[in-house]
């Protein structure tokens, strides 16, 4: 039985918070094989993602490229919401992942402000019977989960231009399909 984790989010860009939340879940052993999932239609948030799904999908790949092979062997980028029609909803995810590993522990990872609105999400309540929730503090969030010393950095500073918290591949990737450019 493996301990299989779904790291699922807009990603628009991954940056290097991200990236430190899968090293250290991979690196303390919590669990063994992590899916990175880059959200198809997100409902709960203010905006629609900027970078198309195919393009976040792409820096999704590039980031995980940079990772050591110790970490990066365990780690899956899964386009499976942006492939899909329609609102995209984490409980499908996990139905259809739950399906593709069935003798495994299923885990939801999500940072302390995803974790926040939980109660808010399409079928809440089965969604807790289907895998077990990691939540990971984030800096100027309210701490409910484990703490694995996440960077302060967020998407929304990396699209701005106020920081440059990805990978350089990942920049590099960012302006030659200027992706961000105001």
């Not at 628009?12 to 991979?26: A, F």
């Not at 409910?144 to 918290?165: C, F, K, M, N, Y």
Request: charged share 20%; with cysteine; glycine share 6%.
């Amino acid at each position: 039985m493996s301990r299989v984790g779904i790291y699922g989010g807009t990603f628009d860009p991954i940056h290097n918070g991200h990236l430190k939340v899968i090293s250290q879940l991979i690196e303390k052993k919590i669990i063994d094989q992590l899916i990175l999932v880059p959200a198809g239609q997100p409902l709960l948030r203010e905006h629609s993602p900027i970078a198309s799904g195919s393009d976040r999908r792409t820096m999704c790949q590039l980031a995980v490229s940079t990772l050591p092979s110790s970490i990066s062997m365990h780690v899956e980028v899964n386009p499976i919401e942006i492939l899909r029609e329609g609102p995209s909803y984490a409980i499908d995810t996990v139905e259809a992942i739950r399906s593709a590993h069935p003798n495994d522990e299923i885990f939801l990872i999500m940072g302390a402000d995803a974790y926040s609105k939980i109660d808010q999400w399409h079928r809440a309540e089965e969604l807790h019977s289907l895998a077990s929730i990691i939540c990971v503090n984030r800096p100027g969030f309210a701490q409910h989960g484990i703490d694995i010393e996440a960077l302060d950095v967020s998407a929304t500073e990396v699209r701005a231009g106020l920081s440059e918290g990805v990978p350089e591949i990942v920049a590099a990737f960012i302006s030659e399909n200027k992706l961000y450019d105001n």
